[in-house]
């Protein structure tokens, strides 16, 4: 068992068994599903346009097929435990694009910059928003740029920088 | 109190507060504003009332603890009747609250104007939360005459203050928010044609023809229901845990902000602490930050995050640290909490005094489990053993839901504290069963079970419902053997 019941943070071994191998976040944006503790649940499976999540069982967790997953993020607001993101990392510059969910007030709005957060919530660096999308449900997706190198530690957005 | 404070929330990122037209209620004579559909305790709350009642010996005050009427923290004079439990009790234009004195006086039944009222039906299932609905809901659309009462101003049970999305399967509500869950069920139980009672309290199970009840609703009409069949699906109340000034205001049951924060849309505090990490605390963790207070950390006793871990991940990417393996350990403040003191602990779960640490908090709020609320099932006679997998001392019941006591049912936290999802199927469970158990054998009737018997395996099958399902096989031998 890793730390992440103690913590609540995914430990580097928990991460490693769910993210896609890195030539396939490099061929465009694909879908990161942090969940892998048995919960009964599968809206995600059924949100999937293209058929990439797949649910043994009710509380089986989600297994992504990455050759499948367009990384469109239809999944990312139905997920009941805010656990999926996409991450795109195609572009040839130094940046990366991340989509997050995300429930807070102000909404973000695109253009601003806001504190990029790791999964503990410590600022690692700035998040450039691209566009905010209200989904079914009222969560919001955010779609962030962050440096490449940040692409799998940031999760979150906290302060607004001016 | 101040003339101009109003703590209510009029921007929230999920919820939207429906207030109704503004209304004057008076505080020992002093004008408060309020508005049409809050309770009086919410409305006082807004205002910064923190102080309910006193304790009769010793004078210590109270606030509101549970918010959900089931402890006597909120007890005032609500126009000359005492003991009303404000947070119940909805707001009316000019109505006048005042702190007890003492015991309370009880007012002379000439200004009580008591109305009685007698019903007879099929099927009585008291409380309105997800169980009592679905059970409500089930046995009326299988043709059964139902009646539903319930001592909160709205039916919905906990579900109208879980703004948060539900897990489960695509077919039972997944992905959609427990106040969302509520409205669904509340328009089943229209057009079910359920006759439904709020503000009711059944306070008593008496002889009569069959299962036989009275009820109080409003706090001035008296109904006797005498019913074929009986479901109780009463729900649970809140654990305390004892530490040192465990009672000062602004110590709260975690689902009683909830109430306050998400039903009445009131800010509960600025500064928080969360005790306990189960998924109550995890999750009114996050609906704290969504109104804007700040959490500053979440302890938990044992070594493990009991909640789910996604719950956790949400918080902790906010910035809000854990603590496992540590506690809160006294309170002080003058009045109201200020500062709340945790401790690591050790091995044997004794606080280590060198890791003591004092946290400047307005808001404490205990999320340290639930307790059935089985005392009418007790008082009606049904047998009751202590499980301390289903949260403590229940009514002893079978697979089918039913009681040791004929044609006395139970379904959802009263049976077992589970969740609003399994609390749903253990509802349609109990209502298909009393349906089909009045004759109503349809195939349709037969059907609902078996599918709602299967859902709730399903979403029992987690390794967190193992607790549950060790405490259920407990229940059902013991049933065995008295019958």
Same mark, same amino acid.
């Given at each position: 068992?890793?730390?992440?019941?103690?913590?609540?943070?995914?430990?580097?071994?928990?991460l490693? @068994?769910i993210? %896609? #191998?890195?030539?396939?976040?490099?061929?465009?944006?694909?879908?990161?599903?942090?969940?892998?503790? @048995?919960?009964?649940?599968? %809206?995600c499976a059924?949100a999937?346009?293209?058929?990439?999540?797949?649910k043994?069982?009710?509380v089986?967790? %989600?297994?992504v097929?990455?050759?499948? +997953?367009?990384?469109c993020?239809? +999944?990312?607001?139905i +997920?009941?435990g805010?656990?999926?993101?996409?991450?795109?990392?195609?572009s040839?510059?130094?940046?990366?694009?991340?989509?997050?969910?995300?429930?807070?007030?102000? @909404?973000? @709005?695109?253009?601003e910059?806001?504190?990029?957060l790791?999964?503990?919530g410590e %600022?690692?660096g700035?998040? #450039?928003?691209?566009a905010?999308?209200?989904?079914?449900?009222?969560?919001?997706?955010?779609?962030?740029?962050?440096?490449?190198?940040?692409?799998?530690?940031?999760r979150?957005?906290?302060?607004?920088?001016? | 109190?101040?003339?101009?404070?109003?703590?209510?929330? *009029?921007?929230?990122p999920?919820?939207?507060?429906?207030?109704g037209?503004?209304?004057?209620?008076?505080?020992?004579?002093?004008r408060?504003?309020?508005?049409?559909?809050?309770?009086?305790a919410?409305?006082?709350?807004?205002?910064?009332?923190?102080?309910?009642?006193?304790?009769?010996?010793?004078?210590?005050?109270?606030?509101?603890f549970?918010?959900?009427?089931?402890?006597?923290?909120?007890?005032?004079?609500?126009?000359?009747?005492?003991?009303?439990?404000?947070c119940?009790?909805?707001?009316?234009?000019?109505?006048?609250?005042?702190?007890e004195?003492?015991?309370?006086?009880?007012?002379?039944?000439?200004?009580?104007?008591?109305?009685?009222?007698?019903?007879?039906?099929?099927?009585?299932?008291?409380?309105?939360?997800?169980a009592?609905?679905?059970?409500?809901i089930?046995?009326?659309?299988l043709?059964?005459?139902?009646?539903?009462?319930?001592e909160n101003?709205?039916?919905?049970?906990?579900?109208?203050?879980?703004?948060h999305?539900f897990?489960?399967?695509?077919?039972?509500?997944?992905s959609?928010?427990?106040?969302?869950?509520?409205?669904?069920?509340?328009?089943?139980l229209?057009?079910?044609?359920?006759?439904?009672?709020?503000?009711?309290?059944?306070?008593g199970?008496?002889?009569?023809?069959?299962?036989?009840?009275?009820?109080v609703q409003?706090?001035q009409?008296?109904?006797?229901?005498?019913?074929? /069949?009986?479901?109780?699906?009463?729900?649970?109340?809140?654990?305390?845990?004892?530490?040192?000034?465990?009672?000062?205001?602004?110590?709260?049951?975690a689902?009683?902000?909830?109430?306050v924060?998400?039903v009445?849309g009131?800010?509960?505090?600025?500064?928080?602490?969360?005790?306990?990490?189960?998924?109550?605390?995890?999750?009114?963790?996050?609906?704290?930050?969504?109104?804007?207070?700040?959490?500053?950390?979440v302890?938990?006793a044992?070594?493990?995050?009991?909640?789910?871990?996604?719950?956790?991940?949400?918080?902790?990417?906010?910035?809000?640290?854990?603590l496992?393996?540590?506690?809160?350990?006294?309170?002080e403040?003058?009045?109201?909490v200020?500062?709340?003191?945790?401790?690591?602990?050790?091995?044997?779960?004794?606080?280590?005094?060198?890791?003591?640490?004092?946290?400047?908090v307005?808001l404490?709020?205990?999320?340290?489990?639930?307790?059935?609320?089985?005392?009418?099932?007790?008082?009606?006679?049904?047998?009751?053993?202590y499980?301390?997998?289903?949260g403590?001392?229940?009514?002893?019941?079978?697979?089918?839901?039913?009681?040791?006591?004929?044609?006395v049912?139970?379904?959802?936290?009263?049976?077992?504290?589970?969740?609003?999802?399994?609390?749903?199927?253990?509802? /349609?469970?109990?209502?298909?069963?009393?349906?089909?158990?009045?004759?109503?054998?349809?195939?349709?009737?037969e059907?609902t079970?078996v599918?709602?018997?299967?859902?709730?395996?399903a979403?029992?099958?987690?390794?967190?419902?193992?607790?549950v399902?060790?405490g259920?096989?407990?229940?059902?031998?013991? *049933?065995?053997?008295?019958?």
């Open positions: 068992m890793s730390s992440y019941g103690e913590t609540g943070v995914l430990a580097p071994e928990d490693e @068994k993210l %896609p #191998r890195e030539e396939r976040s490099r061929r465009g944006p694909v879908a990161i599903l942090e969940c892998i503790e @048995k919960i009964p649940c599968d %809206p059924y999937c346009r293209v058929g990439a999540i797949r043994r069982s009710l089986d967790p %989600p297994e097929d990455y050759d499948k +997953c367009t990384g993020g239809e +999944c990312i607001a +997920c009941p805010l656990a999926i993101f996409v991450v795109d990392l195609k040839k510059g130094n940046e990366a694009l991340l989509m997050i969910p995300y429930e807070f007030l102000p @909404k973000p @709005k695109s253009g910059i806001y504190e990029a790791n999964r503990e %600022p690692v700035n998040a #450039r928003i691209i905010a999308r209200e989904m079914e449900g009222r969560t919001t997706v955010l779609t962030v740029a962050v440096k490449k190198d940040l692409a799998m530690v940031v979150n957005i906290g302060r607004r920088m001016r | 109190m101040h003339e101009s404070l109003d703590l209510r929330l *009029w921007r929230h999920i919820l939207d507060f429906e207030r037209k503004p209304v004057g209620i008076y505080l020992n004579g002093e408060i504003v309020a508005y049409e559909g809050e309770t009086i919410a409305a006082l709350y807004a205002s910064g009332v923190k102080v309910y009642s006193r304790t009769v010996k010793y004078r210590r005050p109270r606030g509101f549970c918010g959900i009427g089931k402890c006597s923290s909120c007890l005032m004079r609500v126009d000359g009747m005492p003991h009303v439990r404000t119940i009790t909805p707001v009316k234009n000019d109505m006048k609250i005042e702190y004195k003492d015991l309370g006086e009880t007012p002379a039944t000439s200004e009580m104007n008591v109305e009685e009222e007698e019903i007879e039906t099929d099927i009585l299932v008291v409380g309105g939360g997800p009592g609905l679905s059970a409500a089930t046995a009326a659309n043709g059964a005459n139902v009646v539903i009462v319930d101003p709205e039916p919905g049970g906990q579900l109208t203050k879980q703004s999305k897990f489960g399967s695509k077919e039972n509500y997944a959609i928010r427990g106040t969302e869950i509520a409205k669904i069920l509340l328009r089943d229209q057009t079910a044609n359920v006759d439904w009672l709020v503000n009711a309290s059944a306070i199970y008496y002889e009569g023809k069959k299962h036989h009840l009275a009820v409003n706090n009409r008296l109904i006797e229901i005498d019913a074929e /069949r009986l479901i109780v699906a009463t729900g649970a109340r809140e654990n305390m845990l004892a530490f040192p000034n465990n009672d000062l205001p602004g110590i709260y049951g689902g009683g902000v909830q109430t924060m998400n009445y009131v800010k509960p505090g600025n500064d928080a602490l969360i005790v306990g990490a189960g998924n109550v605390g995890l999750i009114v963790g996050y609906q704290l930050i969504q109104a804007g207070v700040n959490v500053r950390m302890v938990e044992t070594p493990k995050i009991g909640g789910y871990h996604v719950h956790a991940a949400k918080i902790r990417r906010l910035g809000v640290p854990i496992t393996r540590h506690t809160i350990t006294a309170a403040g003058d009045g109201h200020e500062t709340a003191t945790v401790a690591r602990l050790d091995e044997s779960w004794q606080p280590v005094k060198s890791t003591e640490q004092g946290i400047h307005d404490v709020c205990l999320a340290v489990g639930l307790t059935p609320s089985s005392e009418l099932l007790f008082q009606a006679g049904c047998e009751q053993a499980v301390p997998e289903l403590g001392q229940v009514a002893i019941h079978n697979e089918d839901l039913e009681t040791t006591l004929d044609g049912y139970v379904a959802g936290d009263v049976s077992a504290i589970e969740e609003a999802s399994t609390a749903m199927m253990e509802g /349609r469970i109990a209502g298909a069963n009393v349906a089909m158990d009045l004759g109503k054998k349809t195939s349709v009737a059907e079970k599918k709602s018997l299967k859902d709730l395996e979403l029992r099958a987690s390794a967190f419902s193992e607790k399902q060790k259920k096989k407990k229940v059902w031998n013991l *049933w065995r053997e008295k019958n």
